[in-house]
């Protein structure tokens, strides 16, 4: 009889992304690690004004951008961007 190996469970990292836009309705974290869904990753506004989440994710390189009342902006805090297929630039994030 054959013996079947567990599948080895990934870990993954909490990835804490925060974005000030004290002015801002509405604040989501659009990325690669949720296929550009802006609903999966809704921020929540905290009391100065700075937009919170939380999200889970494995090992692996990411991109990443902010979506600020139906715009696209980047995270000014990361200085890491590449070029993405429309010719702007998206934040890169690399989780160990």
């Not at 949720?34 to 989440?53: L, S, V």
């Not at 991109?63 to 429309?86: Q, T």
Request: proline share 7%; hydrophobic share 30%.
């Amino acid at each position: 009889m054959a013996k079947i190996k567990p599948e080895k469970k990934i870990k993954r990292k909490k990835i804490q992304f925060e974005f000030h836009s004290p002015d801002a309705n509405e604040v989501n974290i659009v990325g690669d690690f949720n296929q550009w869904e802006p609903k999966k990753h809704i921020m929540k506004k905290g009391k100065n004004g700075a937009w919170e989440k939380t999200a889970m994710l494995p090992p692996g390189t990411y991109e990443y951008k902010f979506l600020v009342d139906g715009s696209w902006v980047e995270d000014p805090e990361n200085p890491e961007r590449c070029l993405n297929r429309f010719g702007t630039l998206n934040n890169v994030l690399k989780v160990s």
